[in-house]
């Protein structure tokens, strides 16, 4: 069973060979699920998103929640209990004087948000205090970018970010501040054509915050 993700960027996914997706699919292996086996995927984001809108999804994705792909009432389809949680913060340099929550400075500076991406309360900050979209491929790049000074801003989810500081020893040149907007819960994606898999994947996904191997396993990327 394919495991789409549009995710290329760390923790969620590093040089595609580990990354929490990618042990996350490899602890799911280790549940023998019957005959079910999973493998993730690449998948660009707006053919993610045409395979769902056409009905032709011929496997199940990761990460997703329901309000990015207008499913608030959980109807288009089916979804596994969230197996993280985050949230999104702006990350700027420590002294840049960028406040989430006065006008005066952010109006006009350039934040940088990833090609294609829709962010549920985000966005409309971004335009009722005036700064400037600055899109990129991916969470990663956008940060790179920030570090080398080419935008003033980014919006990324924490986890990322404080990854991302970790392992460039940045984190005290950078300063996160939380963002409007709900809570993050990655979930798994199930089309209704796949309610057979749900069964089976939706108990595990539910449990797995009870369980000691995941959550060592999920631990290395805090």
């Given at each position: 069973?394919n495991?789409?993700?549009?995710?290329?960027?760390?923790?969620?996914?590093?040089?595609?060979?580990?990354?929490?997706?990618?042990d996350?699919?490899?602890?799911?292996?280790?549940?023998?699920?019957g005959?079910l086996?999973?493998?993730l995927?690449?998948l660009?984001r707006?053919?993610l998103?045409?395979?769902?809108?056409?009905?032709?999804?011929?496997?199940?994705?990761?990460?997703?929640?329901?309000?990015?792909?207008?499913?608030?009432?959980?109807?288009?389809?089916?979804w596994?209990?969230?197996?993280?949680?985050?949230?999104?913060?702006?990350?700027?340099?420590?002294?840049?004087?960028?406040?989430?929550?006065?006008a005066?400075?952010?109006s006009?500076?350039?934040?940088?948000?990833v090609?294609?991406?829709?962010?549920?309360?985000?966005?409309?900050?971004i335009?009722?205090?005036?700064?400037?979209?600055n899109?990129?491929l991916?969470?990663?790049?956008?940060?790179?970018?920030?570090?080398l000074?080419?935008?003033?801003c980014?919006?990324?989810?924490?986890?990322?970010?404080?990854?991302?500081?970790?392992?460039?020893?940045?984190?005290?040149?950078?300063?996160?501040a939380?963002?409007?907007?709900?809570?993050?819960?990655?979930?798994?994606?199930?089309?209704?054509?796949?309610?057979?898999?749900?069964?089976?994947?939706?108990?595990?996904?539910r449990?797995?915050?009870?369980?000691?191997?995941?959550?060592?396993s999920?631990?290395?990327?805090?």
């Amino acid at each position: 069973m394919n495991v789409y993700t549009s995710a290329n960027f760390a923790p969620l996914v590093i040089n595609h060979a580990r990354g929490i997706y990618v042990d996350l699919v490899e602890h799911l292996n280790q549940q023998r699920l019957g005959d079910l086996t999973f493998k993730l995927t690449y998948l660009p984001r707006k053919r993610l998103q045409m395979k769902l809108e056409q009905g032709s999804m011929d496997g199940i994705v990761i990460g997703m929640m329901p309000q990015w792909l207008d499913d608030v009432g959980q109807k288009k389809y089916l979804w596994t209990a969230p197996f993280a949680v985050d949230r999104f913060v702006l990350v700027s340099r420590t002294g840049s004087g960028i406040d989430p929550n006065a006008a005066v400075s952010v109006s006009g500076r350039s934040i940088g948000l990833v090609l294609g991406y829709v962010y549920p309360g985000i966005d409309e900050w971004i335009a009722r205090y005036g700064l400037v979209r600055n899109d990129a491929l991916s969470e990663d790049i956008n940060l790179e970018k920030l570090r080398l000074g080419r935008v003033d801003c980014v919006a990324v989810a924490e986890s990322v970010a404080r990854y991302y500081l970790k392992t460039h020893a940045l984190s005290d040149q950078f300063q996160l501040a939380d963002l409007p907007g709900q809570q993050t819960e990655r979930r798994f994606l199930i089309p209704h054509s796949k309610a057979a898999v749900y069964d089976k994947l939706a108990p595990v996904i539910r449990r797995l915050k009870d369980d000691p191997v995941w959550q060592r396993s999920a631990s290395k990327y805090q």
